[in-house]
């Protein structure tokens, strides 16, 4: 499988070695009851920042959802279980970030303000590369735009599950790859509660 995930990969712009795409999306929320400010995103408005990391086939590996929408994509991801499994190398192979992300050996992110031919052709084959997220990102926050009158953070993790199970009645997602793993309560009782559904119960080399 994961040399499957590389090819595909490879295929979009002769990238080596990728074996996911990483990138935050800010999911709009009824705003909280409870420490209401942290939710405030960038954008002025109340927010649960959702991680995700998808395959070639724009299909989720893996998602985390728990975080208020002031806090950075770089933390929530050094907080993840992912980022923990590949500091551990239990991933083979290299995840894609945008320059939001810290720069690890099996992290890349774009070269910021590139110089030569050589830094160019990276960037554009890393955004090239890194573009699958986009979509599915897309399709599943139509769905949030959808409920967001009527559903609470609370409620939100229930949200993001139904989503990802429709994107997959439409072949963007595949269950065989996805799947909820964790429902825990959060240790700030404002966050109440989170979802991450991730492949951590497959073998090392996947993700």
């Known amino acids: 499988m994961i040399r499957r995930t590389k090819e595909a990969f490879y295929d979009i712009a002769q990238f080596p070695n990728v074996v996911g795409a990483v990138d935050g999306t800010l999911i709009p929320i009824i705003s909280p009851s409870r420490d209401e400010h942290v939710y405030v995103c960038r954008k002025g408005y109340h927010a649960i920042n959702v991680q995700g990391v998808v395959d070639a086939e724009m299909r989720f590996t893996n998602a985390v959802a728990k975080w208020p929408g002031s806090v950075h994509d770089s933390f929530i991801w050094t907080n993840s279980t992912l980022c923990r499994r590949v500091e551990r190398g239990e991933v083979d192979g290299w995840l894609l970030g945008d320059s939001g992300y810290p720069l690890r050996p099996w992290l890349l992110t ?98």
């Not at 599950?161 to 963007?172: E, F, K, M, P, R």
């Open 110 to 207: 774009p070269v910021l303000n590139p110089s030569t031919a050589g830094q160019h052709n990276y960037n554009h084959a890393h955004i090239k590369t890194r573009n699958v997220i986009e979509r599915p990102f897309g399709l599943c926050k139509s769905r949030f735009r959808h409920h967001k009158s009527s559903y609470a953070f609370t409620n939100i993790n229930n949200l993001i599950c139904n989503s990802i199970h429709q994107l997959q009645a439409i072949g963007t997602v595949d269950l065989n790859v996805i799947r909820t793993t964790e429902i825990l309560k959060m240790v700030m009782p404002s966050y109440a509660i989170y979802t991450e559904s991730t492949m951590m119960d497959r073998p090392p080399e996947t993700i």
